[in-house]
């Protein structure tokens, strides 16, 4: 299975401002995928992130608000542009193997004050 | 319209005894499905999957799942649960139109001593 980090593991931002989300993967994959998540609730995806085309974004999700970059096969990034206490919430990565099965990084903690 | 139904919020059960996570699902065409475990403060990691072949599927820390076509069900099963299984379990289709998972409620397990 991929082995996938995301950074920062948490943080704490004013509203207002943005933070980006890195997710790095060992090995080359297609399809990338961002999703949200409260705590102890079910995952809503935001975007899919494949290389070499702009994100897919689910209804709810703007790419003003959150830009997501796909640079190649093994990294991304997520932006949570101005952001307000609403955004508060757990972000995940996750990438799709040859199998057809998702691996999740370990998530970034983000809360806005 | 495909969908994943967890009819449990939370499970409990005694260290030592077989534990049932309950699974349903709605979808067009053959099911791709899916169980994934979260431990507090910690992403999700991929359990199991049935995509075709035999019914019962077994997969990591004991675990297996049964594939009930008629039921339309995929219940996550371990013969003898140990504490350290107490975590939040999702299930999970996949949708085949446009490769997104479609993720059920979550169930919050409970193993007590």
């Known amino acids: 299975s991929a082995v996938i980090s995301q950074k920062p593991s948490r943080d704490i931002c004013q509203r207002g401002t943005s933070l980006t989300i890195q997710c790095q993967v060992d090995s080359q994959v297609t399809m990338m995928f961002w999703y949200r998540q409260q705590p102890g609730q079910s995952l809503t995806l935001i975007a899919t992130a494949n290389q070499g085309s702009e994100a897919t974004y689910e209804s709810g999700f703007v790419i003003d608000k959150f830009p997501i970059s796909r640079p190649n096969l093994t990294f991304s990034t997520l932006t949570v542009s101005n952001m307000s206490p609403e955004d508060s919430s757990i972000y995940l990565c996750s990438v799709e193997d040859r199998e057809e099965t998702q691996y999740f990084g370990p998530g970034t903690r983000l809360l806005v004050l | 319209a495909q969908s994943v139904a967890q009819p449990e919020d939370q499970v409990n059960v005694a260290e030592g005894n077989p534990l049932t996570v309950k699974c349903t699902y709605s979808?067009?065409?053959?099911?791709?499905l899916f169980w994934y475990v979260q431990y507090p403060n910690r992403g999700l990691q991929f359990l199991l999957k049935y995509i075709t072949g035999d019914n019962l599927v077994k997969g990591s820390y004991g675990f297996e799942a049964e594939f009930n076509k008629s039921q339309t069900s995929f219940h996550l099963k371990k013969p003898s649960a140990l504490v350290s299984d107490s975590a939040l379990y999702f299930c999970a289709v996949r949708d085949i139109s446009n490769y997104q998972l479609i993720w059920g409620a979550g169930t919050k397990l409970i193993i007590k001593p």
């Open positions: 979808v067009s065409g053959n099911p791709y």
